[in-house]
């Protein structure tokens, strides 16, 4: 198995966990319940990942910038 396809699994996996961590808060009144789990979820998804894109983008301006001088 490639990396990335590890990766992938592994990060489907703790989305699927928070998914249904807060599906049973919602059930359980300790969280709202007027947005579905799946889509909470994938916020949180989109949350923490977005340090890593940021790395990335910064990452992909500087070498542009060096390629130019």
Do not use: K
């Not at 790395?55 to 130019?68: P, V, W």
């Amino acid at each position: 198995m490639h990396r990335g396809e590890h990766v992938a699994r592994a990060q489907q996996h703790l989305r699927d966990f928070i998914r249904d961590l807060i599906a049973d808060g919602a059930e359980a009144g300790a969280f709202r319940d007027d947005i579905a789990p799946d889509e909470l979820a994938q916020c949180g998804g989109a949350l923490l990942s977005a340090p890593r894109r940021a790395r990335e983008a910064a990452s992909r301006l500087h070498t542009a910038r060096s390629s130019r001088r």
